[in-house]
């Protein structure tokens, strides 16, 4: 068997825009690259582009194929940021030309894609085994489009 670098690699569908979308993400992310684009005449959605790129090192493939299918919040990337001003960079250039804030550190970006900002302490905070915290923290970030630290940190110890 082969010996692949990422044995699960996120599919992107774009209608025709999978090299923009491509270059946009690569631009925010910093280890991202594009390692290659593909033209496919004579399919079944006349002309495809294929476009592999890595984020993080992590690989995605995307196809401008058409328009027979939609992104939906069921699918979300989450990026998980150890500061504030990470946080705050990535928001701002994937909500940047039109995309959309949304509840709890989600966002859709100008593609449509959904992704989600958030503070790697979170994972820690919802770990609590005090009721009482977990309720703070919760009422604290259902009331947040984008995540601030240190809000939700104050929720979480009660102050």
């Not at 082969?2 to 992107?12: D, Q, S, T, W």
């Not at 090299?19 to 390692?35: G, N, V, W």
């Not at 989600?116 to 085994?129: A, C, F, L, R, Y």
């Not at 915290?133 to 970030?141: C, D």
Request: contains cysteine; glycine residues 4%.
């Amino acid at each position: 068997m082969a010996n692949f670098k990422n044995r699960i690699v996120p599919h992107l569908w774009f209608s025709n825009n999978a090299k923009e979308a491509a270059e946009f993400y690569t631009s925010i992310f910093s280890d991202s690259r594009i390692k290659s684009i593909t033209k496919l005449e004579k399919t079944p959605s006349d002309s495809v582009e294929v476009v592999i790129f890595e984020l993080f090192g992590q690989e995605f493939q995307a196809i401008s194929a058409g328009s027979l299918f939609d992104f939906s919040e069921s699918i979300s990337f989450m990026v998980k940021c150890d500061t504030q001003d990470e946080i705050d960079y990535y928001w701002e250039r994937l909500t940047a030309d039109g995309g959309q804030e949304i509840e709890c550190g989600w966002l859709k970006d100008k593609f449509g894609l959904s992704w989600q900002v958030v503070p790697e302490i979170m994972d820690e905070m919802m770990q609590s085994e005090d009721p009482e915290a977990l309720s703070r923290i919760t009422q604290a970030f259902l009331k947040m489009k984008k995540f601030d630290i240190a809000e939700l940190q104050r929720a979480y110890e009660g102050n």
